[in-house]
């Protein structure tokens, strides 16, 4: 490989690589370790939401009910049994996928803005399901007893995750695995035709598309990350909150994906980044300081559209664009 | 040309980056900032601070501040570092407690008064060496769930209820019982105990309502409890709830066919939402009052009436009251080895705002009174803030080995 | 020494001996509660549907206004002692700060995706919600009814919060008179038109971008109006907002997008409900509402008399 392919081929991952960069110190840059680790998890659950909103335009609220019910199966399993870690996540996701299923297909039935409120409700039933089951989820008192489990391949070896920073790089793994399969994903004829929908569901489907199916499928895939992100949430706080199944927590990776940027997948990470440590550290002034999440959430929406991210590839375009006019 | 969505380049591409992450991760020895034996104590105070509670995270925060002034603003000769967080919801209660811990060393929490919230923290303090205050009511804090970490000073619902409807019987001579209950493990701890001592006593409870936690509609229950006619009609619910569902009671003509009564106040915040002529004549029980006759009690509402213009709440009171016996077991341990801070904290009786209160050894509970009240009339009030007036008090506490606790 | 049996004169049938007629009291109590929440979701539901037929919003910021309205009643009555006074004034003030919105905000991205005013109302609602807790504090503030209308009133064989009559009373005047407006008046046919193809109503040389703020601004009276009306009851809190807008938008599914009528039906329907089913399960009184409509957005999507999807 030549050192001009090499060049290019870092140029187009150089965001990728510059990502992983700045996680793989995160821990240390940021003023406690488990901040780090929150960062990290919402932004899975906002880039998975990302491939919905960003990708196949669908605007949703059950975002919640996704990452919440991950959150209960894994922290389930750990409570009652304890089992294999990976046996843990993986039931989590596909418990999970079969919600997406379920809630995908039910809301994809007609074109519109139904789904929004449709899926606002299966939200309203996913909470209320776990407030009432109060012996299975322990309902607003949330669930307790979740000892982290080790990260153990039998036969092979065991090591504790007990320490923060362990488990945050146990998390970084998923998460970059699952960023660079999402991105993947969009790049793919797959992807294409979910921006497609995006664009104009009306003309997609009179290509011969059957709009739906993809559309479920968005829903599948992106839940299913989305689940991955709550599973790896209660196994850091050793505890699952029912307010991670709340509208309270859809609204906020909705807030996250828009202050980050629609349909980049690094927005999101952004936007994770951006709520999570303004509101730690904006906290300890200001009880109010929601307030000013809320006014640059609405000044986003006026002038910002793409979010975090548009403006940092506003401004990388404005510093290259003397550069191309010598080439 | 068939392209796989993920080729097997990349997998081993993906799994590398991510394998060395971790390997540098697992490898990695993680910095925590332990506390110098020379420098500042930190105690971490986790209280709703915004949302529906906030101003009773304000009046724990004034009641700790006040036992740190009074105690000299340091302990065994170290300054005492009160960092304050809000603590609305769990998640953020354990992120916050994990943040103290790394970042400030911190091994003294106390927590506000969310069952949820303190129930996780709790937890969190048992399994990362963490001694945590509570001032939650749940009863599973020093029962099912108690651990050695954990200190609870307020009384829990099996002695709310066992001084309140005791003394609702004998001064009024009721004989039966209506509940407006919430949908809540709290509330139905409370109904639980409310059924208990009703059969103890030979008194019928002739209906229950359930309403939903924050319910602003209670026309429904009000309806149901004029129809059951009952001597006496007892809400178990608390904050907000309480104040829509009693005035609301009270448009309606309740209180004309029965006698009103809350079992778990919260003091002073309800009261001045519901006003005087809403609390005339209510019973309500409650965990501390600004007018209990000891020495102490006394000394301490008179300093928070000169450092704040109002009487002590409830709440303030127990910041203030667990907060100077956290700091007085630091002392008396004479280190920050909690081992030594729990020894001498268990089984201690000390001077209290009550009279003498003790946490006992088997479930770390706060041997204290519970007292019921009496709203005043207009006439009856001596001070704008003195709307209720004590009619009575005892302790009640399930004996050591029925508490289900087990440490 | 503390008389226990002190009943009003007229109360006489709600004796423990006729469970059976107490029961159907209850009931029939119940239906009048549900019909009085029935129909504050009613003037909720015709303002969210105005805006959501004609402009294509689902105004997320509706329960906002909804709570604007009660705590500017609260203001005005603590200042002037004057609860009337908020039945007039507060619904200007609610339409004013609407159309303020409409014309700053909410006017640029009606040529964008949806999307973007559906995040817009919702930004709104989360600013207009801590900015009120900044003003007011967020503990709810008690309200009752003015003196001339608390107290009870005998119905035949049972008594009723005089206030709650009253409530059912001044809605219904109030729907009535939204009726005649949009049925029998020039500005009304323009409403009835626009809900249902806007674009051609733009065509035949109606400003539309001025129908569009006027027609914000009286969907915002009557949300403000009905918080005015609803404090007397519900008392004010700061999250009055959120809790009562899901509701809203079941509503207007439920009686159909876009139909006056069906915000009628759907009102009553929906308040009918909660107060049913609170007698059975209390906390299930709201998860039925969102149980029936996620059902007609399935079946039903148009909703029971509504006119489009």
Not at chain 1, 11 to 23: C, D, E, R
Not at chain 1, 166 to 176: P, V
Not at chain 2, 270 to 293: C, N, P, R, S
């Amino acid at each position: 490989m030549s050192w001009g392919r090499l060049k290019v081929k870092f140029q187009k991952n150089a965001s990728l690589v510059i990502m992983v960069g700045i996680f793989l110190v995160l821990p240390f840059i940021l003023p406690y370790r488990a901040l780090a680790t929150e960062v990290l998890i919402f932004a899975l659950a906002t880039v998975a939401f990302d491939l919905l909103l960003g990708y196949t335009g669908i605007m949703m609220f059950c975002q919640a009910s996704f990452f919440g019910s991950g959150a209960y199966i894994t922290g389930l399993l750990i409570h009652h049994f304890q089992p294999n870690i990976f046996f843990c996540i993986g039931t989590a996701i596909a418990g999970v996928a079969l919600l997406a299923l379920v809630f995908g297909y039910m809301g994809t039935l007609r074109i519109g803005s139904y789904c929004v409120l449709l899926t606002l409700a299966f939200n309203e039933l996913i909470f209320f399901i776990a407030y009432q089951w109060k012996t299975l989820t322990g309902g607003s008192d949330g669930l307790r007893n979740i000892p982290r489990p080790s990260l153990e391949i039998p036969g092979l070896f065991k090591v504790s995750l007990l320490s923060e920073t362990r488990f945050y790089f146990f998390a970084l793994f998923f998460f970059i695995l699952s960023f660079v399969l999402i991105r993947k994903i969009t790049e793919s004829p797959f992807g294409r035709i979910l921006q497609g929908i995006r664009e104009n569901e009306t003309r997609a489907q009179a290509i011969g598309y059957n709009t739906q199916l993809f559309k479920i499928a968005a829903f599948v895939i992106g839940g299913s990350f989305m689940g991955l992100a709550g599973s790896l949430y209660s196994m850091f706080m050793n505890f699952v909150d029912i307010n991670l199944v709340a509208f309270d927590t859809s609204g906020k990776i909705v807030m996250m994906e828009l202050i980050g940027g629609m349909g980049t997948l690094f927005g999101p990470i952004l936007g994770a980044a951006v709520v999570t440590l303004a509101s730690d550290i904006a906290n300890a002034y200001w009880e109010r300081w929601f307030l000013i999440l809320g006014v640059v959430f609405v000044a986003f929406v006026l002038f910002a559209r793409g979010g975090v991210w548009g403006i940092i590839e506003n401004l990388r375009d404005w510093v290259r664009v003397p550069r191309l006019k010598d080439e | 040309m068939k392209k796989t969505l993920y080729s097997r380049r990349d997998f081993i591409k993906t799994t590398a980056i991510g394998g060395l992450g971790l390997a540098a991760g697992l490898g990695a020895v993680p910095k925590v900032a332990r506390g110098a034996e020379k420098g500042p104590i930190a105690f971490l105070n986790l209280q709703p601070f915004s949302g529906a509670y906030a101003d009773t995270g304000l009046d724990v925060s004034r009641g700790v501040r006040l036992a740190i002034e009074e105690f000299g603003g340091k302990v065994l000769g170290r300054e005492i570092k009160l960092v304050e967080r809000d603590a609305t919801n769990p998640s953020d209660s354990l992120r916050r407690a994990k943040e103290a811990v790394e970042k400030e060393g911190c091994k003294f929490i106390q927590v506000g008064t969310s069952s949820a919230v303190a129930l996780a923290v709790s937890e969190y303090g048992s399994k990362n060496d963490v001694i945590v205050g509570c001032h939650a009511g749940a009863d599973s804090i020093t029962g099912t769930a108690c651990n050695k970490f954990t200190f609870r000073w307020a009384v829990p619902t099996y002695g709310a209820i066992r001084e309140v409807v005791p003394r609702l019987i004998k001064e009024l001579k009721v004989n039966t019982f209506y509940t407006i209950t919430p949908e809540y493990v709290f509330g139905e701890d409370l109904l639980r105990n409310t059924k208990e001592v009703l059969k103890e006593q030979g008194k019928e409870l002739v209906g229950n309502s359930y309403h939903a936690l924050g319910e602003a509609e209670y026309s429904a229950i009000i309806t149901k409890a004029m129809g059951a006619k009952a001597d006496c009609v007892l809400f178990l619910n608390f904050g907000g709830d309480t104040v829509n569902s009693v005035k609301q009671a009270v448009n309606f003509g309740l209180k004309k066919i029965s006698k009103l009564c809350i079992a778990w106040s919260g003091g002073q915040t309800e009261f001045i939402a519901m006003g005087t002529k809403i609390l005339e004549d209510l019973w309500v029980g409650i965990q501390y009052h600004h007018a209990i006759d000891t020495p102490m009690n006394k000394r301490v509402v008179g300093d928070y009436y000169k450092k704040y213009g109002v009487m002590m709440p409830y709440v303030a009171a127990s910041g203030y009251q667990q907060m100077m016996v956290m700091l007085n077991a630091i002392k008396r341990a004479g280190s920050t080895d909690l081992k030594k801070v729990i020894a001498a904290w268990e089984d201690y009786e000390y001077e209290a705002l009550t009279g003498k209160e003790v946490y006992r050894k088997c479930d770390h509970q706060c041997i204290k009174p519970y007292y019921t009240c009496r709203g005043k009339t207009e006439a009856e009030k001596k001070a704008p803030d003195d709307f209720v007036g004590i009619i009575g008090y005892s302790k009640n506490f399930l004996a050591c080995d029925k508490t289900g606790c087990t440490m | 020494m503390y008389d226990v049996n002190i009943l009003r004169p007229s109360s006489g049938i709600l004796r423990t001996d006729e469970r059976g007629r107490m029961t159907l009291n209850l009931v029939l109590i119940q239906i009048v509660n549900g019909l009085v929440l029935g129909m504050i979701y009613v003037l909720l539901a015709m303002g969210l549907s105005i805006v959501w037929g004609m402009m294509n919003i689902i105004n997320f910021s509706h329960g906002l206004f909804f709570a604007l309205g009660a705590y500017l009643a609260y203001t005005l009555f603590s200042v002037t002692g004057n609860f009337f006074m908020g039945m007039i004034f507060v619904p200007l003030g609610t339409a004013v700060i609407g159309m303020f919105l409409e014309l700053t905000l909410l006017k640029r991205l009606y040529r964008l995706n949806i999307l973007y005013q559906i995040l817009m109302t919702f930004g709104l609602a989360l600013i207009g919600r801590e900015l009120i807790i900044i003003l007011y504090g967020p503990v709810g503030k008690s309200f009752v009814p003015p003196d001339i209308l608390s107290g009870t009133i005998t119905l035949g064989t049972f008594f009723f919060p005089t206030y709650r009559i009253f409530l059912l009373f001044v809605s219904i005047c109030i729907t009535f008179g939204m009726w005649l407006f949009i049925e029998k008046t020039k500005y009304g046919s323009i409403i009835r038109a626009g809900t249902e193809d806007s674009e051609m109503v733009s065509a035949l040389g109606i400003n539309i971008s001025r129908v569009f703020t006027l027609i914000f601004g009286l969907s915002m009276a009557i949300a403000g109006l009905s918080g005015v009306l609803a404090a007397p009851i519900r008392g004010v809190e700061p999250m009055m907002g959120e809790a009562i807008l899901g509701i809203c938008f079941a509503v207007v599914i439920i009686g159909g997008m876009g139909s006056f009528m069906g915000a009628i039906i759907g009102g009553v329907i929906v308040g009918l409900s909660q107060s049913l089913v609170t007698l059975i399960m209390p906390s299930a009184s709201i998860i039925v509402i969102f149980l029936v409509m996620a059902l007609i957005l399935l079946l039903k999507p148009r909703g029971l008399l509504g006119i489009r999807d």
